[in-house]
């Protein structure tokens, strides 16, 4: 299927590999990752944490405290909630990389009537934001979710060979009360890792200049 954030791979062509090239085996030095800055009302001071998995082929983003809810017990504000990290992906000379796929995990509680969605996009600095990929959830609902976005790899955008340019992820949930009863129900979607379990997980692509 051709996603939107697929679509808004090509829209930044410029930096966009050619179909023809192979990807590249992940660095064999081990790939470090830093937060440079974090803003958002789903990932407050120390409960975002990011990490490369041993191999290169993945970074992981783990919350504490990322939840949005809406109806009994709930404030006004609470119904959205968002976290926009800015990273460094620090890696050997002679690569590149792109994102080629995200893996987004939670669990969700939504009342007969609510309704809920997650949202993403990430881009490297100096580019444009991309299109947004949307993944809803209605109730009645309670359970895991877990949401794929997946680029075709002719469309992964890649950084440009020989430039630092750091990769903004943003992330968004969103809880509607729709029609449920908001003053004897409550409806939330998380996005944490409470049970040591639940993370984000972005899948490199490398490619070498």
Known sequence: MFTALAASALALSAITTPGSVAPAEAPPEQVTISIVTVNGSGCPAGTAAV??????????????????????????????????????????????????????????????????????NYYF????????????????????????????????????CGEVRHLNVNTELRV??????????TSFMSMDSTDGNVDTKYHFSWKKC
């Open 51 to 120: 990490a490369v998995s041993p191999d290169n082929t993945n970074f992981t983003v783990t919350y504490s405290d990322y939840l949005a809810q809406t109806g009994a017990g709930s404030s006004p504000i609470e119904f959205r909630k968002n976290c926009q990290l800015n990273l460094r992906v620090n890696y050997p000379q002679g690569f590149t990389f792109g994102i080629a796929q995200a893996d987004y995990r939670g669990f969700a509680h939504l009342a007969k009537g609510a309704y809920g969605s997650q949202r993403a």
């Open 176 to 185: 509607n009360v729709g029609t449920s009863d908001p003053k004897t129900t």
């Open 125 to 160: 600095q100096g580019q444009s934001a991309n299109a947004t990929a949307v993944h809803p959830y209605n109730g009645p609902y309670s359970d895991n979710w877990q949401a794929t976005d997946k680029t075709d790899f002719a469309s992964i955008v890649y950084a440009p």
